[in-house]
């Protein structure tokens, strides 16, 4: 998408040019639902107005200049989306890693109100932290987390 103008012999961008006719750009594909899936409801707002900004812009803008004016919102657009996307996977990574430990806390406490009832009629010493680490890997969250993240996910 950030190469889909060709520079011509002259070094320039000129696919637009004298387009006195182009007043509005309309986007395909799934970029209005990737809009909508972001994080944060302001980074939804920014990126759409960032996206309505080119049909602003561009029935005043100069014939000779149309595709700079929009090779530039596109690159505006696209370092906007990248940053939301980053943001948006660094909050999804922090919320796995959130609910993989609440998982592995509650598997904690379950065991140990199973181990005081063990230890109370059998008196077994069992080593904590082995049964930490054990109750890490049976705790579930990779069932749990692989049946979640498909929904956090940008698309």
């Known amino acids: 998408k950030r190469d889909m103008f060709a520079i011509d012999n002259a ?5 637009f040019d004298d387009c006195e006719q182009l007043t509005t750009v309309d986007l395909v594909g799934g970029i209005h639902k990737t809009v909508a899936s972001l994080h944060m409801e302001s980074w ?3 990126m ?3 996206i309505n900004y080119i049909n602003q812009v561009l029935p005043s803008s100069c014939a000779v200049g149309k595709t700079n004016v929009i090779r530039q919102w ?3 657009s696209l370092d906007k989306m990248d940053h939301y996307k980053t943001e948006h996977n660094r909050y999804v990574k922090e919320g796995t890693t959130l609910l993989e430990l609440a998982l592995w806390k509650a598997k904690l406490g379950e065991n140990e109100e199973h181990a005081a009832m063990e230890r109370r009629t059998k008196k077994v010493k069992v080593d904590a932290e082995s049964a930490r ?3 890490r890997i049976t ?3 990779d069932m749990v987390i692989k049946n979640v993240l498909p929904f956090l996910q940008l698309e």
């Open 74 to 76: 596109m690159e505006s």
């Open 48 to 50: 759409i107005a960032e």
């Open 133 to 135: 680490r054990e109750r």
């Open 139 to 141: 705790c579930g969250a």
């Open 11 to 15: 070094r320039e961008y000129t696919q």
């Open 44 to 46: 939804s707002t920014e």
